[in-house]
């Protein structure tokens, strides 16, 4: 199994390969069909399996593209309420698209993932913030300012 990520931020990107990504590509201002040309030269193959998590069109349609013939494309990510899909591109490849709402059953297994050291999400949380740093807080995860992955508010007194 491979695991690929795309971004427009190269910070982001270097995240990704510094936790163990095969690959990464910067998807920023390019077109979706030759970015998804672009992903099966680097990964040497379609994958079997896509899944996408900004809600970002493009992305979306980078992940049905870049499919192999067959495969499964899992669209985790929620954006606008209408997005443009290949769908005819999927249909006529036998693309299965399916949608998951991310929170709906993946706290147990994901807490059990953290709990044992198999997936180190330290290197994630890029900024914290005190409570009442809250609205600062909101403000770098909207914008993403100073490279902001995961922000976290801490709600108690630290140590």
């Given at each position: 199994m491979a695991f690929f990520s795309a971004d427009i931020s190269d910070s982001r990107l270097k995240v990704a390969r510094d936790m163990g990504a095969?690959?990464?590509?910067?998807?920023?201002g390019k077109e979706p069909k030759?970015?998804?040309?672009?992903?099966?030269?680097?990964?040497?193959?379609?994958?079997?399996?896509?899944?996408?998590c900004s809600g970002a069109d493009a992305s979306i349609q980078l992940g049905i593209y870049a499919t192999k013939a067959g495969g499964t494309f899992v669209l985790v990510g929620m954006g606008a309420a209408e997005v443009k899909l290949p769908l005819i591109n999927a249909l006529v490849r036998e693309v299965d698209?399916?949608?998951?709402?991310?929170?709906?059953?993946?706290y147990p297994t994901a807490l059990e993932m953290v709990a044992t050291g198999r997936v180190n999400?330290?290197?994630?949380?890029?900024?914290?913030?005190?409570?009442?740093?809250?609205?600062?807080?909101?403000?770098?995860a909207r914008t993403g300012a100073g490279g902001a992955i995961k922000v976290m508010i801490h709600c108690g007194r630290q140590a």
């Open positions: 095969d690959g990464t590509i910067n998807v920023g030759a970015l998804a040309a672009e992903v099966i030269a680097l990964l040497e193959r379609a994958p079997n399996s896509s899944i996408e698209v399916r949608g998951i709402f991310r929170y709906a059953n993946c999400v330290k290197p994630l949380i890029t900024h914290r913030y005190t409570l009442e740093d809250s609205l600062d807080a909101f403000e770098t």
